[in-house]
C-alpha cells in the first residue's frame, strides 16, 4: 500500500523526476517512513519502561 504525496523539496523532486523505474523514489519513500518510524518506536519503548516502573512500585 503505498500513498502518494505531492509536497516535495524541489531537490528532491528533480532527483526523483529524473529517474526512470521509479527504483529511486521507492527508496526516497521508504528512507522517509523509516525516519520517520524511529521516533515513534523510541518514545513508546520509553512509556513502556516507565509505566513498567511505576506498576512494580505499587505492588510492593
Known amino acids: ?3 502518494n504525496a505531492n509536497a516535495q523539496c524541489a ?4 532527483a526523483l523526476e529524473s529517474e526512470e523505474g521509479g527504483v529511486k523514489a521507492e ?7 523509516y525516519l ?3 521516533p ?4 513508546g519503548v520509553l512509556g513502556y519502561a516507565i509505566y513498567r516502573l511505576k506498576t512494580k512500585k505499587k505492588e510492593r
Do not use: E, K, P, W
Open 1 to 3: 500500500m503505498s500513498l
Open 40 to 43: 515513534y518506536v523510541l518514545v
Open 11 to 14: 531537490m528532491c523532486r528533480a
Open 36 to 38: 520517520m518510524v524511529i
Open 27 to 33: 527508496a526516497v519513500n521508504d528512507g522517509i517512513v
